[in-house]
């Protein structure tokens, strides 16, 4: 049957993912497949063999895999699930042949079930002569065979290379390539199949096709395959995605990238990353260099070129020069610029002859950025912000849903503190360190949420000698030690539910003298969590994937963002789902494999998993295929004195550097009882660390080198929960944001104490009592569907009013809420260089806010949101809440109090003050790592 004329424009160049599946053929496995006349796909085994290409304005990927329910013939058949929102698109299914020349009844066959009449098989046929000028490729064309009936039952469809139908598609394009090249120069010669198409219409709603058994043949080898400009073929794109897995070569990965900042690349190789993000692609001697240490290339494509007045502009397809990069990275997307983003991604895919995939990252609008860019990162920076752990947690758990179906997520992970942050500081201010355990804890959350691709962001060279960047170094190697053991979990893994954890051994159960309250399934999980004790600071996420459960338990400890406390428990325990019929369950770390005895009798929802000496991060294996575990315990053997000595190096480091912190803190900070025993008790664990090392008992190392870390993180918590005592959060004080910090934080204190000269609110109209100055004096922006606004409220902290920020969604099922829907900006305040700004006020919520983790965001100009209070959950009744916040200022300018209302419901603010105490000359100190 003859195929449209949009059939030839959807398909005047392979799908996007067929390049690489053709060119691997060619590259891998053209010379068996010479010797073959019929080539075959009986769709067997585990990995899918089949590309897809959804036009997504039509449907979206629910699943595609192999399964045996539903088969033609053997064991296997692959599957594709679908959801569509309307009826007339279609979607090919496209699978690599060995290339073979079209000549006349060459047919192929492919034995399909789909319930939607329409279906149609086609074959790919390229002119390997003949370039088409739309794409700068060789003329690639498509011949059908005719459609399918609808049917529950398997049905063979067939296309067959004839005469006609070679002579139709060469008149067809010879009319099309008329118009932009002398008729007498098309060459035509030498045509061949490599490539077989499935088209099947979509219908309304959710449709699932399976196909299996294809055969094509006779396969006579051409003498000329597709070439490239250059002639040479082109390289394989290394990345793509299916069923909410990234693949290299077919096989699910998890790949780990840093963002490349000009440090050696043996240094990446020796982190053990896997790829580096690198802006410039044109950089021969980076490529090279990474390239030569087995690193993958991101980067960041050519921006486009400018249109000047012109409606249509294209790319210059993209050379030889790019050929080793294997991502295009478009970097931070921004909702205001979604149509250019589009138009970007758009000219890059055209330019780009590898079709490799696209990586944008974005704070929200998943949905509709996805529809553009097939790759997306959710980021958002928490540490030493008012973000919890717990929020963090949430937020990714809600970008992941927002996602299209199928679609694998990505994200960013900062190891460092925000430029927005440094560069709010004065320059003889300490500098903020990350915690090793703030980069770790990120990261494993990100797992447990599902997540398929961590980069890491960078802005100093990981050779870095600053205080701090050896721990990040060291934490990043044990990272990537860790995801590369779990990576057949982590790969594949899908959630199959978060489970609740509770601190301590289960309750005995005991008989009970009465025969009707006796319960013999009774266990600790039959007390409803709050009443069996406080809300623990805990999470387990149970991960489904092809080689059994994986079980990841992470602390969401309130607070760590600033700076981490111990994290340790003597046992912690959780209920699971049975896995086969014989469960074992195995701790695993970087250097041990450990078993765990499971409680074999019956609780509520399937097994209790106890777990022992707990310390920030665990992951669990279950499976009753032991095998497995020997795998395991094989690729442990091979990098457990790397892990140990990375253990012992990152523990070193940090105490260390805390040690210094501590001496500095002695004259400044309220004493810290035992702070001296408690360091000097991590240094004892630290020594012996050494010797288990230097022992080859590597097990021992590490958790030696842990214990050292926790003993560490006790003292460093003991002194910042000192120095928050009194704040209302501890982003009021640029210097209470985490440890390192705090011998500024108390200097200030200091300053504010000994310092009278504050006094007077330059926020006059901060009582809101003067109405026509808070319409005159105060700047409001609403969203602009109109459900936000402000009002004076006669419920007040004192006086008669308070102000009402207020959001209403229009249905009861409120859209979550990506932008601030009320932006509320106070009168100028105008502020001198070496200031100290204090500000006071008081918020209340009558409910909680809904739709975002953020709430009301409380900011000001001179530190940015970097420094917001966030309210979200309602105050106890009729009680305000207070805040304040002191900034430096750094350069003379205007202040401004910011108000964003993010979430559903409505927020009160009332009494604010802004008062500035005088500047005075610092110190400039230079312990504990001072610039």
């Not at 199949?193 to 709603?205: M, S, Y």
């Amino acid at each position: 049957m003859d195929g449209t004329a949009a059939d030839q424009r959807l398909f005047a160049r392979p799908p996007r993912l067929v390049t690489w599946l053709v060119c691997a053929f060619i590259l891998a496995g053209a010379t068996a497949a010479r010797s073959e006349e019929i080539f075959r796909d009986p769709a067997e085994g585990a990995n899918v063999s089949w590309g897809i290409e959804l036009r997504e304005a039509d449907a979206d990927l629910v699943r595609h895999r192999r399964q045996n329910r539903l088969f033609h013939d053997g064991k296997d058949a692959e599957e594709l699930v679908v959801r569509s929102r309307n009826v007339g698109g279609r979607i090919a299914i496209f699978r690599a042949t060995p290339p073979a020349q079209a000549l006349e009844d060459l047919k192929a066959s492919l034995w399909v079930r789909y319930r939607i009449k329409g279906s149609t098989l086609g074959l790919g046929i390229t002119f390997p002569h003949q370039i088409d000028p739309e794409t700068g490729r060789p003329l690639f064309a498509l011949i059908q065979g005719a459609p399918a009936e609808g049917s529950d039952r398997f049905q063979e469809l067939t296309v067959t290379v004839t005469r006609d139908e070679i002579s139709r598609v060469q008149t067809l394009h010879r009319g099309r390539l008329g118009r932009r090249v002398d008729t007498r120069t098309i060459d035509f010669r030498d045509p061949y199949v490599d490539q077989v198409v499935l088209l099947v219409p979509t219908g309304i709603g959710e449709s699932d096709v399976h196909w299996d058994d294809l055969a094509i043949g006779p396969i006579v080898a051409p003498t000329d395959v597709e070439q490239a400009a250059a002639s040479a073929p082109p390289r394989t794109a290394r990345l793509s995605w299916a069923d909410n897995r990234l693949l290299s070569d077919g096989q699910p990965v998890t790949p780990r990238f840093v963002t490349y900042q000009g440090e050696p690349a043996t240094i990446l190789r020796e982190l053990c990353f896997n790829a580096a993000w690198i802006e410039d692609a044109t950089e021969q001697s980076v490529m090279q260099a990474l390239s030569g240490e087995g690193i993958g290339i991101f980067a960041t494509p050519p921006a486009p070129p400018d249109a000047a007045g012109r409606e249509k502009v294209s790319m210059p397809p993209f050379g030889p020069e790019s050929a080793a990069v294997d991502c295009w990275m478009l970097g931070r997307l921004d909702m205001r610029k979604l149509d250019e983003v589009q138009h970007w991604s758009e000219m890059v895919q055209d330019a780009d002859r590898q079709r490799r995939l696209l990586l944008g990252d974005v704070a929200g609008h998943v949905r509709e950025f996805h529809r553009c860019v097939p790759l997306l990162g959710a980021s958002r920076h928490i540490i030493h912000t008012s973000h919890s752990p717990a929020d963090y947690a949430e937020f990714l758990e809600t970008r992941r849903r927002q996602a299209l179906a199928g679609r694998p997520m990505t994200t960013l992970l900062p190891t460092e503190t925000a430029e927005a942050i440094r560069t709010t500081r004065r320059s003889t201010d300490i500098e903020p360190v990350f915690e090793p355990e703030q980069i770790a804890l990120c990261t494993h959350l990100a797992a447990a949420s599902g997540y398929k691709l961590f980069g890491f962001w960078t802005h100093t060279p990981l050779d870095s000698d600053a205080p701090g960047m050896e721990e990040r170094r060291q934490i990043l190697k044990l990272l990537n030690l860790e995801f590369r053991l779990l990576e057949p979990w982590l790969s594949s893994g899908s959630i199959i539910r978060p489970t609740d954890v509770r601190v301590g051994e289960a309750p005995a159960r005991q008989k009970s003298k009465s025969r009707v309250s006796f319960n013999p399934f009774a266990s600790g999980w039959s007390t409803p969590a709050d009443e069996a004790g406080p809300k623990s600071p805990y999470q387990a996420v149970i991960l489904r994937a092809s080689p059994g459960l994986l079980v990841l338990v992470d602390s969401l400890q309130d607070g760590a963002q600033f700076q981490p406390g111990p994290m340790t428990e003597q046992s912690l325990r959780f209920i699971t789902m049975r896995y086969d019929d014989v469960p074992t369950a195995f701790e695993v770390t970087t250097t041990s494999i450990k078993m765990i005895e499971l409680d074999q009798q019956p609780v509520g929802g399937g097994l209790e998993v106890v777990l022992k000496d707990f310390d920030q991060h665990a992951a669990i294996v279950m499976t009753s295929d032991l095998s497995k575990i020997e795998e395991l315990r094989r690729e442990v053997s091979v990098i457990a004195k790397e892990a140990a000595t990375a253990s012992v190096a990152l523990a070193t480091a940090k105490l260390t550097r805390v040690e210094k912190v501590h001496q500095e803190l002695q004259p400044l900070s309220p004493p810290v009882a035992d702070a001296a025993q408690t360091l000097h008790t991590a240094r004892q664990y630290l020594r012996a660390a050494d010797d288990d090392l230097v022992g080859g008992r590597y097990d021992e190392a590490r958790r030696k080198s842990q214990k050292a870390m926790a003993w560490t993180r006790h003292v460093q918590k003991s002194y910042w929960d000192l120095a928050v005592k009194r704040l209302s959060s501890p982003v009021a004080s640029p210097h209470a944001i985490c440890f390192q910090t705090l011998p500024d934080h108390w200097r200030m204190l200091r300053r504010l104490n000994s310092d009278r000269s504050a006094g007077e609110n330059l926020l006059r109209s901060g009582d809101f009592e003067d109405q026509d100055a808070v319409q005159t004096q105060w700047t409001l922006r609403a969203d602009p569907s109109g459900r936000g606004g402000v009002a004076l409220n006669t419920r007040s902290a004192q006086g008669r009013f308070s102000l009402a920020l207020t959001a209403q969604p229009a249905t009861d099922r409120p859209a979550p809420v990506d932008d601030p829907l009320v932006t509320l900006y106070s009168p100028p305040v105008a502020v001198r260089t070496g200031q100290l700004v204090r500000v006071t006020g008081r918020v209340l919520l009558p409910q909680d806010l809904q739709g975002s983790t953020d709430g009301l965001v409380v900011y000001d100009t001179l530190k940015g949101s970097v420094g917001a209070h966030r309210f979200r959950k309602a105050s106890p009744p009729g009680k305000w809440q207070s805040f304040e916040m002191y900034r430096d200022v750094l350069s003379s300018g205007e202040f401004k109090l910011v108000f964003e209302l993010r979430g559903w419901g409505e927020a009160w603010i009332d009494d604010l003050a802004v008062s500035a105490i005088e500047p005075q000359e610092p110190a400039v100190q230079t312990a504990g790592g001072t610039r």
